[in-house]
């Protein structure tokens, strides 16, 4: 429903370290890495400033940030409304009379 890049970058946001979300999502640090790579080259913004004491949220990346965590979270409610609406339809009801 959206980008799992999107999840990788709050994560490294979070972490404040590429390693740190490596190990939350239990893959390496090179396929974190390469995802914030990916996501930064397809959306055309730098999301990080990298240095040697680790990274720091651009403007740009501050701004997704926020929006990411957003459309996350409305994505995930969606899903639950969806459940909900089929549960309802699903629900059976039955009648008894009695004289």
Do not use: W
């Not at 939350?24 to 640090?29: A, H, N």
């Amino acid at each position: 429903m959206y980008n799992p890049q999107l999840e990788t970058f709050i994560l490294v946001a979070d972490s404040g370290s590429f390693n740190k979300a490596a190990e939350l999502s239990y893959i390496t640090p090179t396929a974190v890495i390469k995802q914030i790579n990916l996501l930064e080259r397809d959306l055309g913004v730098r999301l990080f400033e990298r240095t040697h004491r680790g990274l720091k949220l651009t403007k740009s990346g501050i701004s997704l940030y926020n929006d990411a965590k957003y459309i996350i979270q409305y994505c995930r409610d969606s899903v639950i409304r969806a459940k909900n609406a089929m549960q309802k339809e699903n629900t059976i009801f039955t009648v008894c009379f009695r004289h």
